[in-house]
Structures are given as structure tokens and as C-alpha cells.
């Protein structure tokens, strides 16, 4: 059975905005869909398990169109939020680690690295998958930009991984997308050093593949969607070539969030301290979004 099959078709979700095109060739996932409520835009459960069942909208429609000349999907990941997305849901794995919870945080895992997988994989040579980058990407929020296809980033965001800060690494797919773009060792360094990249750097490094005015991310990925409709064919053998030359295997991905999951539960007391800083910052941060926002308006 596919990972995809066993999710409900039926979306009703406030975390998610799924929004399909008037031409049907393309559909637009926003996370963080929760207006006028403090909101911690992070990858929490309910927010990756109704991402999948969007991915599974769009399985669902690929499959029903069985017409070989079918040309190329596009599947657009975005943030309704000021942010892309903070990363991991860092409260619950201070929870599940101090508890001694190892089964709940391994599907916590598996689950992030099975959306990650879709993004990648969905639907077999199908789908091209664009990340709109208006806000900071970390930790698993570059993660999840890393396993689309194309990446499109607005001035001035940034993009990083800060779980060494607390002794742990990005385990959600950052070694098996990142590798595709950077050599091994540049990954490496990349995953360790805590920094924050501004997009600019990342779009000279080969990791981002365009980087826009602040306000222009989703028209450009509109104009980027409406130059591939010529060449839809050829995106669609890309995808292929990339898959036998360079694949990506869930069994990969799983194998590292293992890892991950273990070298989680081996934290100690301090490390476990230092996340539980670093949840506080990210909690008055989601607490001064809204007004930010407003006092922009």
C-alpha cells in the first residue's frame, strides 16, 4: 500500500490552505493557515498529518487522469505565516524525551520524513514541486524547502540549521536533499554550524535556485509555472533522470530520522535546557508576529 493511500481523501483542516488553480495544472499548499491567533508556526502532528492528506488530494487527481501526454503538475509549498516554518515542534520533543517516550518520537519522525518523501516523490515523474521561501526557513522548515524541486526565496529571509545548539542534527531529510545540491562535506559543515544563511549566500551556494524582491515569491513561482507549461514533457523526463541517476528512497530517509531519534533520547539534562531556551524565544517570537504585522498594516 502506498505511504499516501491510507490517508483520508476528505480535507478539513485549519492549518493547512490547499488551493487548486482555475486551470487544475497546479494546486498551492500554505501552511500556518490560522489567522488572528498567536500560533507557533512550527511542523506540529496536526499540521504534517493534514499536509499529507493535501498530498493526497493531488494523488488522488493524478491518478484519475491516465492521459500519457499529460504534461507536468506543479505543487507549491508556501506559509500564510511571517515565517516559512521554524522547524520542528521542539515542546513536544523536550516532552517525549524527558519522558522516555522513544515509540511516539520515532512516529513523529517517520511522519515528517514521509511528507518530505511526498514532496520529492509524489506521484511518481508527475509533479514539480516549487518552495516559496517569504519568511525564515529553520531546521526542519529548510528541510521541508529542500525536498521540493525548485527553490524560490525572497530578499532578505534566512535559512539554517540550529539543532547543534542543543547537540542534536536536522534528521528529517537535510543530509539527503541538501547532498543533491552541495557536495557531502559543505552539507556537513552546514549542519553543524548553527548559522543562518541569508538566501543571497545559499542562492551563490546552488542551494536556492532564485531569489526575489520581499512581496514577489508567489508571482514569480506563478510565472515560473506558467513558463514550464512549454516544456512539460522535458520536466517530466528531468524528474526521472534525477530519480535514476541520484534517487531518493524512503528507506534512506528512514534509516537517517533512526538516527535521529536516538541520538534525541541520548540528550542530556543541559542540551535539553538549551531547547527549552530556545522554545521560549520561539514562542515570544510567534507572540510578536501579529503585532508586527499590524503595526506594518
Known amino acids: 500500500m502506498s505511504?499516501?493511500?491510507?490517508?483520508?481523501?476528505?480535507?478539513?483542516?485549519s492549518l493547512v490552505r490547499h488551493v487548486t488553480d482555475e486551470s487544475g495544472q497546479s494546486d498551492w499548499c500554505y501552511m500556518h493557515a490560522k489567522p488572528s491567533q498567536v500560533y507557533h508556526p512550527c511542523f506540529s502532528e496536526r499540521l504534517l498529518q493534514e499536509m499529507k492528506r493535501s498530498q493526497e488530494r493531488i494523488r488522488r487527481k493524478l491518478a484519475s487522469d491516465r492521459d500519457p501526454q499529460?504534461?507536468?503538475?506543479?505543487?507549491?509549498?508556501?506559509?500564510?505565516?511571517?515565517?516559512?516554518?521554524?522547524?520542528?515542534?521542539?515542546?513536544?520533543?523536550?516532552?517525549?524525551?524527558?519522558?522516555?517516550?522513544?515509540?511516539?518520537?520515532?512516529?513523529?519522525?517517520?511522519?515528517?520524513?514521509?511528507?518530505?518523501?511526498?514532496?520529492?516523490?509524489?506521484?511518481?515523474?508527475?509533479?514539480h514541486s516549487i518552495?516559496?521561501?517569504e519568511g525564515d526557513a529553520l531546521g526542519g522548515g529548510f528541510e521541508a524547502a529542500l525536498c521540493c524541486h525548485t527553490i524560490i526565496a525572497e530578499e532578505g529571509t534566512?535559512?539554517?540549521?540550529?539543532?547543534?545548539?542543543?547537540?542534536?542534527?536536522?534528521?528529517?531529510?537535510?543530509?539527503?536533499?541538501?547532498?543533491?545540491r552541495v557536495s557531502p562535506a559543505q552539507a556537513e559543515r552546514m549542519m553543524l554550524d548553527a548559522r543562518v544563511y541569508p538566501v543571497e549566500e545559499l542562492l551563490r551556494m546552488g542551494v536556492v535556485d532564485h531569489v526575489v524582491p520581499k512581496g514577489?515569491?508567489?508571482?514569480?513561482?506563478?510565472?515560473?509555472?506558467?513558463?514550464?507549461?512549454?516544456?512539460?514533457?522535458?520536466?517530466?523526463?528531468m524528474n526521472a533522470?534525477?530519480?535514476?541517476?541520484?534517487?531518493?528512497?524512503l528507506?534512506?530517509?528512514?534509516?537517517?530520522?533512526?538516527?535521529?531519534?536516538?541520538?534525541?533520547?541520548?540528550?542530556?539534562?543541559?542540551?535539553?535546557?538549551?531547547?527549552?531556551?530556545?522554545?521560549?524565544?520561539?514562542?515570544?517570537?510567534?507572540?510578536?508576529?501579529?503585532q508586527q504585522a499590524a503595526a506594518t498594516a
Open 3 to 13: 505511504l499516501l493511500e491510507c490517508v483520508p481523501a476528505v480535507i478539513d483542516s
Open 158 to 180: 534566512g535559512m539554517g540549521f540550529p539543532e547543534v545548539l542543543f547537540d542534536l542534527f536536522p534528521g528529517m531529510g537535510a543530509y539527503t536533499f541538501l547532498t543533491r
Open 216 to 237: 514577489e515569491g508567489q508571482p514569480f513561482a506563478r510565472e515560473l509555472i506558467r513558463r514550464h507549461k512549454r516544456m512539460g514533457n522535458a520536466l517530466r523526463s
Open 70 to 127: 499529460a504534461g507536468i503538475h506543479h505543487l507549491v509549498l508556501a506559509s500564510d505565516a511571517e515565517v516559512f516554518n521554524l522547524g520542528g515542534d521542539l515542546a513536544l520533543f523536550s516532552q517525549l524525551i524527558r519522558s522516555g517516550n522513544r515509540g511516539r518520537l520515532l512516529d513523529y519522525a517517520r511522519l515528517c520524513v514521509e511528507v518530505a518523501y511526498n514532496f520529492s516523490r509524489l506521484h511518481e515523474d508527475r509533479v
Open 241 to 249: 533522470i534525477r530519480q535514476a541517476c541520484n534517487p531518493v528512497t
Open 131 to 133: 518552495a516559496v521561501i
Open 251 to 290: 528507506d534512506e530517509l528512514l534509516a537517517v530520522t533512526s538516527e535521529w531519534v536516538d541520538a534525541a533520547m541520548r540528550l542530556n539534562d543541559r542540551a535539553l535546557r538549551t531547547m527549552e531556551r530556545l522554545i521560549r524565544a520561539q514562542q515570544r517570537r510567534a507572540e510578536a508576529l501579529p
